[in-house]
């Protein structure tokens, strides 16, 4: 059996995906990776962990060659408001990171898992229902780097016969690792400081509406797509997948149903406002329904309810 490698292995996602994968597929056969080096133990969970910048062809292939690996699920990038603040380096490591994972994988018969985003739509694309098979003109680098991305891991797929599958995934939100600096954060921090603080200053505004997804769901839609029958599959790169949808000023009274005295205010950030604009509210995700069996487990209820209990227990241990 060859072996997986989780690039971005130790960001808000990978730290979750790592742990999955070697739960579903056994330690040994995940080898975690990032730019940044791993705690010994805790965020690497045992399994092994290589250093790799996913800008460095020779250290992506060294590595699979190594440990003979079949499948990448590529994690590494740069999240859409630090994209924003450094477009020139969001290129380099989206793009340039991507085309180098899809050329190692090519030359060694690797599948590769790419994500998407919802910053793949632009202004253009319509914001309610979003189709499976829209306008795609982002105004964002982030935007940019994850419309071209999908095209590319359709194009290897498609020109070299390459196993490419990719999500669209929404806001992500968790309680193990940080978010690692997307518009969607807020709905992450909010829960921090719920439980800290009991108030929290918004950087988007009240009625700013965006698509979310708890990380267990994440993480079983990710492993699910890539298990999927081929023969079932339409589309590729890359599914929209959808599981709740709410505004700030929704999520603080989710949280007010466990916390009455939260309280809540706005400190608008343009550019994080202007990226959420650009966003769709709701995507459709029907073409993942049919392809896959795509069906999300937690709404905006389980999911406020689970985050503050395990936040809990996190933060008081943390004290
Ligand atoms: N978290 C979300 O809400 C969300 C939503 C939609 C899509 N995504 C996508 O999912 C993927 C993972 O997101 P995340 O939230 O875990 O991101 P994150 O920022 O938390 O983690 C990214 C990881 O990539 C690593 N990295 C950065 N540059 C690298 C390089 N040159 N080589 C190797 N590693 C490098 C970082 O050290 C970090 O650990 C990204 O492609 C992101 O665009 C995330």
């Known amino acids: 059996m060859r072996r997986i490698l989780v690039t971005g292995a130790l960001g808000q996602i990978g730290s979750e995906l790592v742990p999955a994968l070697r739960k579903h597929y056994g330690d040994d056969r995940v080898v975690a990776s990032d730019i940044r080096t791993a705690t010994v133990g805790a965020e690497t969970d045992g399994g092994p962990f290589e250093h790799v910048d996913c800008t460095q062809f020779h250290q992506i292939q060294e590595v699979v060659r190594r440990h ?8 590494a990038a740069l999240l859409s408001a630090i994209a924003e603040e450094k477009p020139q380096v969001a290129w380099q490591v989206n793009m340039g990171g991507l085309y180098r994972m899809l050329e190692v994988a090519r030359q060694y018969r690797c599948a590769v898992f790419m994500p998407s985003s919802i910053g793949a739509f632009g202004p253009a694309t319509p914001r309610d229902g979003t189709p499976q098979d829209t306008i795609q003109r982002p105004t ?4 940019v780097t994850k419309v071209a991305g999908e095209l590319l891991c359709d194009y290897y797929a498609g020109r070299f016969g390459l196993d490419t599958r990719g999500l669209r995934l929404p806001g992500i939100i968790s309680h193990v690792a940080p978010p690692g600096g997307g518009t969607t954060d807020y709905a992450v921090d909010i829960f921090y400081q719920a439980v800290r603080y009991r108030h929290y200053s918004c950087f988007l505004r009240p009625d700013t509406c965006l698509d979310m997804m708890y990380m267990p769901d994440t993480i079983d839609a990710i492993i699910r797509v890539m298990e999927a029958d081929p023969s079932r599959l339409v589309h590729r790169n890359a599914f ?10 929704r999520l603080a009274d989710e949280i007010r149903v466990h916390i009455p005295d939260f309280a809540i205010d706005y400190d608008v950030d343009p550019v994080r406002q202007a990226i959420a604009d650009s966003w769709p509210r709701a995507v459709d995700d029907g073409a993942a329904r049919a ?9 905006l209820a389980a999911m406020t309810a689970d985050m503050l209990e395990k936040l ?3 933060l008081a241990r943390s004290n």
């Open 68 to 75: 003979d690996v079949g499948v990448i699920y590529h994690m």
């Open 140 to 143: 964002t680098m982030y935007g």
């Open 240 to 249: 929209n997948v959808a599981a709740m949808n709410f505004t700030p000023e």
């Open 291 to 299: 392809e896959w069996d795509w069906a999300p487990h937690y709404d």
């Open 312 to 314: 809990r227990v996190k």
